[in-house]
């Protein structure tokens, strides 16, 4: 018997639920039809077919064809052409490290700048309105106090 790509045909299925019945384990009966056991286990246990779709279901490969799909000057998706070309290095701390693009409008991603990952943080912080004078006196202040 012949089998191709690890699928077992509705005879061999028959003929395995069989010889399980017998005693065989999933491993003996994968190495008899050539297939791996987890193949066998697919075909002849309900459950795990359906643990097996969900798998599939919650692991699924995004498509990524409907990427090319799209039109120029949509740029509702992170895979959007940026207004500006990927530059050498980081456009404020002048950094050459993972550059990463940080948009201001969520409904123009084009609005925006290329940073490093630490001025990425940064500026994430700004955008969320954290304290940056406060922070810069409170650093003013404890750099100045002496430890014992």
Known sequence: MMIINGILNEAQVLE???LHRQGWSYRNLGSKF????????????PESRARMKSYKRLHRVPDTRAY??????????????HKRPKPDYCELCQGGNRLCWHH?????????????TVCHMF???VD?????EKYLLLKNQYSTMQFP
């Open 34 to 45: 050539g297939v791996s056991y987890t193949t066998i286990m697919y075909y002849l246990r």
């Open 68 to 81: 090319k799909v799209r039109e120029e000057n949509d740029f509702s998706s992170k895979r959007s052409n």
């Open 104 to 116: 201001w409008d969520d409904n123009d991603r084009r609005k925006g700048i290329w940073v490093c």
């Open 16 to 18: 395995a639920s069989e």
């Open 123 to 125: 500026v994430e912080g």
């Open 128 to 132: 969320k309105g954290r304290d940056v």
